[in-house]
């Protein structure tokens, strides 16, 4: 069993920064692909980034590509979410999760383990 906990969100103007963390517990973190998603007001969830066991392949989606970074540090049993010039459209509640094959896919339905989440708001 893997447990998540989401860490760093935050009030944030529009052009900043922030830094994700999610810590989880268990010996077998570094078997499984970890992702990121986001869901905002009245929105769906949606895929934000994801990361394979080893760190070696990441993807993102494409209102994140070059301003968020995904990264991994197994013997923390941490995955971080960098995001630099956020948007308005940034906020949402930040949820991580854990993919026990691996692979960090882009569908939610592929992660078995999900942290509580973080609210990252971004003023205008």
């Known amino acids: 069993q893997v447990q998540l906990v989401e860490s760093g969100g935050g009030l944030v103007q529009a052009g900043g920064s922030l830094r994700l963390s999610c810590t989880a517990s268990?010996?077998?973190?570094?078997?499984?692909?970890m992702g990121w998603f986001r869901q905002a007001p009245g929105k769906e969830r949606e895929f934000v980034a994801a990361?394979?066991?080893?760190?070696?392949?990441?993807n993102y989606a494409d209102s994140v590509k070059g301003r968020f970074t995904i990264s991994r540090d197994n013997a923390k049993n941490t995955v971080y979410l960098q995001m630099i010039s956020l948007r308005p459209e940034d906020t949402a509640v930040y949820f991580c999760?854990?993919?026990?094959?691996?692979?960090?896919?882009?569908?939610?339905?592929?992660?078995?383990?999900w942290g509580q989440g973080t609210q990252v708001t971004v003023s205008s």
């Open positions: 990361i394979t066991w080893s760190g070696g392949s990441t």
């Open positions: 999760a854990a993919d026990r094959r691996g692979l960090g896919a882009q569908e939610g339905r592929q992660y078995e383990h």
């Open positions: 268990g010996r077998t973190f570094s078997n499984y692909g």
